[in-house]
Nanobody, 119 residues
Framework: QVQLVESGGGLVQPGGSLRLSCAASGRIFEIKFMYWYRQAPGKQRELVARITSGGITDYADSVKGRFTISRDNAKNTVYLQMNSLKPEDTAVYYC?????????????WGQGTQVTVST
């Protein structure tokens, strides 16, 4: 089994910044893709950003130029630097990872961390 633990959420004013972290632990040989998703009240969960083990990144159009995803493979940790935050960024942010163990890849979710952008 693998556990993903997010941290770094909170309340921030519009235009502010937050940095989310997600640390993976457990039966890990290699973490392939790592992702950040978010889910706002009454809306479907959406992909925010993803990063390969080699550092190739991809972003939702709504966050391009404002959010940066990065990872530390030695620490099995993924980060999401969020700048120029807007009220519409308010959501629960979830970490997700494709983890290789033995010959199988399994997908895991974190518990989520609340981000609220408000005055």
């Amino acid at each position: 089994q693998v556990q993903l633990v997010e941290s770094g959420g909170g309340l921030v004013q519009p235009g502010g910044s937050l940095r989310l972290s997600c640390a993976a632990s457990g039966r890990i040989f290699e973490i392939k893709f790592m992702y950040w998703y978010r889910q706002a009240p009454g809306k479907q969960r959406e992909l925010v950003a993803r990063i390969t083990s080699g550092g190739i990144t991809d972003y939702a159009d709504s966050v391009k130029g404002r959010f940066t995803i990065s990872r530390d493979n030695a620490k099995n940790t993924v980060y999401l630097q969020m700048n120029s935050l807007k009220p519409e960024d308010t959501a629960v942010y979830y970490c997700n990872a494709d983890v290789l163990w033995a010959t199988a890849i399994h997908n895991y979710w974190g518990q989520g961390t609340q981000v609220t952008v408000s005055t």
